[in-house]
């Protein structure tokens, strides 16, 4: 008998239960456990509810990708019963046994919660149930987790992001079980372990708890969402606003080294209204708000089902659900996340608190027929109520591919505060990153930018130094290279000057400011553009970056042109980096290799960049081309004799090979103070390994030219090896839309009204 057949047979049969008895399961006394009891709350109510259960019922053997990911987490959790319980006392950083054993305990529990509503067997219940008495005894006699290392210790794991993590899942899974339990049990689990657990992570952790911070939105959903299932209002308000009467020391640091929250804002809702952009864009960046968007949303749900009239889900005129978007848009064409500040590659929407955000977007949302096409691509649903909504969307045919288009977010809590721009053009994507800092998470690198074709990285961001949940590489946790080398400037592909990164590198400094948008424009399908100014970074320097993607008919693929300009009251030494992947093909000038390998500098990151070349332009234009996975790739830039150009590569004072030994052609240019750099990236062509052919290896840009640049406009030709010229001008003062421009370049007016001008 296959699976199917023997869910509908379970459903005919607990039909006839609920016709017979004529009333919920969630509300009487279960007729196979003599321990189960009446209380005044309906259960389960937090994620699950009572009439969801029934839903899902009604429909099981007839919804297939829900169908399937029943089955296979009852596989997973039939196999875990059956392996037997382990709670061993707590030891080890992320990545040792206890830690993973107690992380995969908090998942099994709240999926063992989940069947036993689902499938209405016993053996489910008596599981959790069995574990969380184990946890109860050893809970009550736990200290402090022996590693010392965290500013916020939590019992079962190292730090109390982790103990967080643990609630949010627990709740989950005590809201399934708690009318399976006495009253007795109840009480025993709420008295010895689920109110001192909120208690820790709350009121003995204010240093982790009373702030705006990833690491503080996990610890209020565990405490708000135990709170729910335990009817508890002091919780619940502790979870919202923070705790009352407890002062923060603003001075204090987190693990990650970045100062804790400035401004003694706390609570959940604070920490949605700081973080998070009208746009729904989060301060921190889309890796963290990846990690992020799992407690956000299911303690919004909790709220939603326990407490409607709070209307979460339209708090902030509905940023949670506007931040799904906005994160789905921050992913390339693979769904991997771009690693704006410390972020993980590869990291995508289908880890699985993507899946709970895509299906509690759907069901609360617009029910947005694309959300369906993501969905279909993760091949899981949530096991509860809107995870049965995007199932049955997915069988009646309702999907529909999610568009991803050229889109900029606005950064800061009214969306002041610069943004991200991301411009698409068939299969080029960029970056232009000119937000504010990101709270401690944040990178020194305004102004900053990378590039991808088709989901794969052509001039990359370094992400974070760190290898996560590894025990041998610093127990899973940040590496100090991600400090001295990921977060500096030199790791990003924008201007470093006197080899000093922005702000000096100092948080306290970086937070203050923000760059601001000039102009987006994305009307145009052929041509996209963004522009921005920062005027902070260096006291004294300001910077004017302007990207477009631009697609011609005389290429054969969108390029690539980036503006830079500089104006400065003083001389300086500036370094421009173009962090490529892939293998070097040929240059347009010569370089010397030199015997030994030393250092570029000595600090600010550079004491991480071995130089492995040393050339000088010779034409007024350096060329550079290389291959990466079968594409061609050229980069083609302004530039004069003054200009040395450096081969680097990173892994210099990486004695212990934390750093990927990845490479980068830098331009400096020394001793100067006001100064221009322009280039233009070229994705063609492509080679076969099986055929051995190369198509279109060669760059088609013939020349690349400045032909004006004041203080209000910079105009750039584009020359191609047929000899046919684009003229690209952009405003750099008034870049209205409405404003009408007229200049006179080489005795030729140009007149136009916006922010730019191509032809």
Known sequence: MNFTSKISIKITLIAIVLTTFSCKKETEVNVINENETTTNQEHPNLILTAQGVQDIRAQLGNVPIFDNTLQKVKEEIDAEIALGIDTPIPLDYSGGYTHVRHKRNMVVLQKAGVLYQILDDEKYAKYVKDMLMQYEDMYKMLPLHPKTRSYARGKLFWQCLNDSNWLVYVSQAYDC?????????????????????????????????????????????????????MDDEELIDRALYGIKGVALDTKAKDDDGGFLNKDGKAGFLANIEEPFSPDGYYNEGPYYQRYAMYPFLVFAEGLHNVKPELKIFEYKEGVLLKSINALLNLSDADGEF??????????????????????????????????????????????????????????????????????????????????????????????????????????????????????????????????VNIEQKGGGNYLKENKSWAKQTIAHNTVTQNETSHFTGKYDIGSKYHSDLHYFSSDNENVQVVSATETNAYPGTEMLRTMAIIYDKDFEKPYVLDIMKVVSNKANKYDFPYYFLGQVLNTNFDYKVPETLKALGSKNGYQHLYVEGIGKSKEENTKFSWLNKGKFYSLTTVSDSNDDILFTRIGANDPEFNLRREAAIMLRRKNTKNTLFVSAIEAHGNYSPISESAVNSNSNIAVLKVVLDTEAYTAVSITNINGRTKLFITANTNASKEVKHNIKINDKNYEWSGSYYFN
């Open 338 to 467: 771009f690693p704006l500040n410390d972020g993980q590659k590869g990291m995508s929407y289908y880890n699985d608190a993507l899946v709970t955000a895509v299906d509690i977007s759907y069901h609360f949302g617009t029910q947005d027929p694309g959300l369906l096409s993501i969905a279909t691509e993760q091949n899981k649903v949530l096991l509860d109520d809107s995870g049965l909504a995007v199932a049955l969307g997915i069988k009646n045919g309702k999907a529909k591919p999610f568009e991803k288009k050229s889109i900029n977010l606005s950064d800061g809590p009214n969306g002041t505060q610069g943004g991200v721009g991301i411009l698409r053009n068939k299969d080029i994507e960029l970056v232009f990153k000119y937000a504010a800092q990101g709270s401690s998470h944040g990178h020194y690198d305004k102004l900053s930018y990378s590039l991808f074709e088709n989901g794969e990285e052509v001039i990359q961001d370094y992400g974070l130094a760190r290898f």
């Open 177 to 229: 079980v708690y009318n399976y339990l006495s009253e007795e049990e109840r009480n025993k689990l709420e008295t010895n372990l689920f109110r001192p657990f909120a208690d820790h992570i709350s009121v003995d952790s204010p240093q982790f708890y009373q702030r705006v911070h990833n690491h503080s939105t996990w610890g209020n959903a565990a405490v708000g969402m135990i709170g729910l299932v």
